[in-house]
């Protein structure tokens, strides 16, 4: 993608050679990152994820997916970055990860990306090729938007016209591509809500045991009328052994909002 100003896009496809290269899967398993090998049993929640979420997308043409909980810290940026290395997998496809969660952003830290520049600052203005943000995982089809501190106010951001530039040139991207967007969480800020409605559809996380009935219910009303694609369950053990199956996933242990911006 090339941007000349917020009002003139000239969508193209980055490919792997467009972007700096990142570090190969192989190390991001330290990091939490399994989905791009089908032989780790803790994969295989994500393939599965991966083909409920392809089949409806083709069945409804939707490319956008955005990737959000009710609240903070229960494994959202772990889904979006697990869910966009398996979809990174698939046969004749290319893959996007777009962080906006501006204010608390994590993906580069999963997949060990360092840079100055993300994708807030090509909101801001601060630069105006998104090219410069890209990253590549070295032999797959994924293609990482990451973002790094910025202290413009995200809502601002997520709200300007150059994000409608952006997602403008996410619809025209060739066809076989999806694009995820890791989004905060609901009730952080408004930014979920504001992106939600740009998008084609969010997917729900929310902890067993943790998220309650209220919050969910909540989140569907404030995103409304975005279309949910589905919820994901996560850390759920219903009493199993999580090394036998694959499922015990940790993700931190604050549940505080007040925590969710500090250090």
């Not at 490319?63 to 979006?80: D, E, H, L, Q, Y």
């Not at 998104?130 to 413009?152: D, W």
């Not at 729900?204 to 943790?210: A, S, Y």
């Amino acid at each position: 993608m090339s941007y000349d100003s917020p009002g003139s896009v000239e969508p193209a496809h980055p490919v792997p050679g467009d972007a700096r290269r990142a570090t190969g899967f192989e190390a991001l398993r330290e990091t939490g990152i399994y989905g791009f090998d089908s032989k780790d049993m803790r994969s295989r929640p994500f393939t599965l994820l991966r083909a409920q979420l392809l089949r409806i997308a083709r069945a409804r043409g939707w490319k956008i997916i955005g990737i959000t909980s009710p609240t903070p810290k229960v494994g959202k940026s772990f889904v979006a970055s697990n869910l966009a290395a398996a979809l990174a997998r698939t046969p004749d496809l290319h893959t996007y990860l777009f962080d906006f969660d501006l204010r608390r952003s994590t993906i580069a830290k999963n997949f060990g990306l360092t840079g100055e520049v993300g994708v807030s600052h090509f909101l801001d203005g601060t630069i105006t090729d998104l090219r410069q943000v890209a990253q590549a995982i070295p032999g797959e089809h994924l293609t990482v938007f990451p973002s790094y501190p910025n202290a413009a106010a995200s809502d601002e951001l997520v709200g300007s016209t150059r994000m409608d530039s952006l997602i403008t040139a996410m619809r025209q991207l060739p066809e076989k591509t999806i694009c995820l967007c890791d989004l905060p969480p609901v009730f952080a800020n408004d930014d979920a809500v504001i992106v939600s409605q740009k998008i084609d559809a969010y997917l729900l996380v929310i902890e067993d045991g943790v998220t309650t009935r209220k919050q969910v219910r909540d989140s569907f009303r404030l995103l409304s009328p975005a279309p949910c694609i589905g919820t994901v369950l996560n850390r759920y053990n219903a009493g199993l052994v999580a090394d036998d199956y694959g499922y015990g996933y940790g993700y931190g242990q604050g549940k505080r909002y007040g925590g969710y911006y500090s250090d």
